[in-house]
C-alpha cells in the first residue's frame, strides 16, 4: 500500500517556543512510521509579512498548497497562549479552504501548565470545522511542557509518550484512510474527485 501523506504544522513562530522541541519528536515518531510520508511546515519559514490575510497568501506560499492538496491527514502542534492558539497558526491555516475538505487533523497541544493545551484544541475545533477538516478524538497532551524535556531535547517520559503516540497515531490513521477511500469513491460537491 502507498505510504498516507501526512504533514505537520508547527503552530507558532514564538521566540523561545517550547513546542518545537515537542515538534521535533512527533516529526521522528511520525517519520519512523511505515504507513507515513510526512514533512513539517513552520511558520518561520512561510512567506508572511502581515501586509495581507487569508487565501490571497496561498499563492505566496504554494509549497504548503500543494503539500495539502496532496495530503491524506495532518497533524497541527499547537502551544495554549492565554487560552487560545497562536495567530501565526491561524494565518497558516486561513491560506487554504477547499484544500482541507474531507481530510483528517489530530492535534497536540502544547502548555506550561497542568492542562496540557486542551483549552486550545477546543478553541481549534470550531475552526477545524469551518474548514472541513475532520478533527480525530485522539489528541495528544504536553503540560508543563518545560518539565519534559532534557537540556539537549529528548523526551523524558519517552515511554509513556510512546503508549499515547500510538493510540493518537493509529486513530489518525484509521480516520485518514477511511477519508482518503470517500473521497476517491464517494461523489461530493465539496471536493474533486
Given at each position: ?70 495530503a ?21 491555516l ?31 475545533l ?26 539537549k ?14 493510540g493518537?497515531i ?24
Amino acid at each position: 500500500m502507498k505510504k498516507l501523506f501526512i504533514p505537520i504544522i508547527l503552530g507558532t513562530a514564538r521566540q523561545g517556543r517550547e513546542s518545537e522541541k515537542v515538534a521535533k519528536w512527533i516529526l521522528k515518531k511520525v517519520s519512523e512510521h511505515p504507513e507515513i510520508e510526512t514533512r513539517i511546515f513552520d511558520p518561520r519559514e512561510m512567506d508572511y509579512d502581515f501586509q495581507d490575510e487569508g487565501q490571497n497568501l496561498k499563492e505566496k506560499n504554494t509549497d504548503y498548497r500543494d503539500a495539502i492538496i496532496r495530503a491524506d491527514g495532518l497533524i497541527v502542534i499547537v502551544p495554549e497562549y492565554n487560552r487560545g492558539y497562536p495567530g501565526s497558526l491561524k494565518m497558516i491555516l486561513d491560506t487554504l479552504l477547499k484544500e482541507y475538505i474531507h481530510k483528517p487533523v489530530a492535534t497536540v497541544g502544547v502548555s506550561s501548565g497542568i492542562i496540557g493545551g486542551a483549552r486550545v484544541i477546543e478553541n481549534l475545533l470550531p475552526v477545524y470545522r469551518e474548514l472541513g477538516l475532520m478533527a480525530s478524538f485522539t489528541d495528544l497532551f504536553f503540560p508543563k511542557v518545560k518539565t519534559k524535556f532534557d537540556e539537549k531535547g529528548n523526551l523524558e517520559e519517552e515511554e509513556k509518550y510512546n503508549k499515547r503516540f500510538y493510540g493518537f497515531i493509529t486513530e489518525l490513521l484509521w480516520v485518514a484512510k477511511t477519508l482518503k477511500w470517500g473521497r476517491e469513491n464517494v461523489e461530493s460537491k465539496y471536493h474533486p474527485n
